[in-house]
């Protein structure tokens, strides 16, 4: 799979001399440095990479540097000093007229407070970004109508968003952020600002959107269980820093620091990690009972296996056999959570 975006050794430093102070000290700059010298430090030497069809998410707490990083990755903030690769290109030696070419055409942005146009109505509003763009009136709005009823808005095309629910509101922006169907989606907590039932409902909309698309999105959130519901992979950020990068069930099983560990400790275990993280070697005799998917989580195939109150096989992808799931293994997980509760 190919990497899209490559971020290496990334820095934001808000205040003057930034610039001079980071070529001074180089990676060694210390938060003490940067203190002394009257500034605030946004990103603290950030590096990672982003792979084509990846939904990357950034998580951290108010003040992380979370939603100051993706800026920097669009150069809406200009970092102050780093790399920022984009599709192989260098961002950060981009000109003028080619980082607005590629904002327009290879990337989306939706952020928490919409930021709809409140004179245009729901078609205008998703037309806008081709409008910019120079399609003809007739392009755009074909398109528009397209992402419209993709998002479960047709029928609401000449609504204004004054006229429209939170929920709502979010997937214009959403549709209006596919409209140009853009290499990556970059989301800055897109679903902080809605009630949580929807919430939930705008969650499982950008899942299915998700599959439908299988586009690279970069998430920023603050909710850990939103970002293990969503994420392929997850960055924590605390003080401008990534603390920890790994898979959801990376982060659940090895917490590399007591920060990581604090975020992960409410989660229900059971919808994150898989069968294939609590299932015993392939040595043990084959059972022949129903099998179930190595990439299944264990919530889904405990009742199953609980109730054959036996071993039961464990198969891949290619419905060959790699283990065997049982119902101990299987109960210490649901204990767990249970005592995690208590």
């Known amino acids: 799979m190919a990497t899209i975006i490559e971020c290496h050794n ?3 430093l808000f205040g003057f001399g930034g610039e001079s102070l980071l070529q001074q000290h180089g990676s060694s700059l210390t938060l003490q440095s940067i203190a002394d010298a009257n500034l605030i430090c946004g990103v603290n030497n950030v590096s990672f990479d982003v792979e084509e069809g990846e939904n990357f998410v950034i998580m951290g707490l108010s ?7 993706v800026r920097c990755l669009t150069r809406l903030i200009e970092p102050t000093g780093g790399e920022i690769r984009f599709d192989g290109a260098d961002l950060l030696r981009a000109k003028e007229q080619d980082l607005i070419n590629l904002r327009r055409h290879k990337m ?26 120079g ?18 808005l047709k029928g609401r095309e000449s609504h204004f968003p004054g006229e429209l629910s939170g929920g709502q509101q979010q997937r214009v922006g959403i549709a209006r952020a596919l409209a140009v169907n853009p290499d990556v989606l970059f989301m800055d907590e897109p679903f902080s600002a809605l009630d949580p039932l929807i919430r939930r409902e705008m969650q499982n909309e950008f899942l299915r959107l998700r599959k439908v698309l299988n586009k690279t999105i970069v998430f920023i959130t603050h909710d850990f269980n939103e970002a293990i519901r969503i ?5 924590i950020m605390k003080d401008g820093k990534i603390i920890q990068i790994g898979t959801p069930e990376d982060l659940l099983l090895h917490p590399e620091t007591d920060y990581v560990a604090e975020f992960t400790k409410d989660v229900d ?3 994150v990690l ?4 609590i299932m015993d070697p392939p040595d043990i005799p084959y059972t022949q009972n129903k099998a179930v998917s190595s990439k299944e989580t264990v919530g889904k195939v405990a009742l199953q296996v609980l109730r054959s109150n036996q071993a039961v096989d464990v198969q891949n992808k290619a419905g060959e056999w790699v283990g065997t799931l049982t119902p101990d293994a299987v109960l210490e997980v649901m204990v767990d959570d249970f005592d995690g509760e208590q």
């Open 10 to 12: 990334v820095w934001k």
């Open 63 to 69: 003040g992380s540097g979370k939603s100051t990083l």
């Open 108 to 133: 989306g942005m939706v952020f928490q407070h919409f930021a709809l146009l409140p004179h245009l109505n729901v078609l205008g509003n998703v037309a806008f970004p081709l409008e910019v763009q």
């Open 135 to 152: 399609s003809s009136k007739v392009e755009r709005e074909k398109r528009a109508a397209e992402v419209i009823e993709l998002v479960g």
């Open 231 to 235: 994420a392929d992979r997850i960055a």
């Open 269 to 271: 275990r059971s919808k």
């Open 274 to 277: 898989t069968v294939s993280a």
